[in-house]
């Protein structure tokens, strides 16, 4: 399937909500907490490992998010995170567990969503991909993504994120 993903590097984005799913009204979502963990150095003989989670810039604005988007008729849940993530950050990985859902409204309209958030070990960042002009990605730590992060049930989802990881 990664092969798959990277195909559309050099596609443009999906848009438009023709294919679009749809439960009781919800528009549907999918996304990924995109995460690293880094060999930092060595104290007492124990090597440190750091955590580091990936957010992307809004299109209007400069606020800080996890990727997301439409889930679409056409694909499946786990294809749509993975489209979703490599479209709007530029990356791929594993996918891994999904985190859970939640109900947000949306901040332009008034719509709600229901999003269903998944894990994602990064294996590759990639130089080129369809919103990289549009978008900036920072990777930075899970204490300061909860800083930063604009939405609130995004960090309800990095602590979900941190408890999948403890298990």
């Known amino acids: 399937m990664t092969l798959q993903i990277k195909k559309l590097a050099n596609s443009p984005s999906r848009s438009g ?9 919800f528009r549907l979502v999918v996304g990924c907490i995109p995460y690293r963990i880094k060999q930092s150095k060595e104290i007492d003989g124990s090597l440190i490992e750091d955590l580091e989670v990936l957010l992307i810039s809004s299109q209007k604005s400069a606020s800080m998010m996890f990727p997301k988007g439409g889930w679409e008729v056409d694909e499946e849940i786990e294809l749509a995170a993975l489209r979703e993530t490599l479209e709007e950050a530029g990356v791929v990985g594993s996918l891994e567990h999904k985190l859970g859902e939640w109900i947000f409204k949306s901040k332009r309209q008034e719509k709600f969503h229901e999003a269903s958030m998944f894990s994602l070990l990064v294996t590759e ?23 930063v992060c604009a939405r609130s049930w995004m960090k309800d989802a990095l602590d979900a994120f941190l408890c999948q990881l403890q298990t």
């Open 17 to 25: 909500r023709t294919l679009q799913r749809y439960n009781q009204g």
């Open 125 to 147: 960042e990639l130089d080129v991909w369809p919103e990289k002009d549009v978008r900036r990605r920072v990777w930075m730590r899970v204490d300061e993504a909860r800083q």
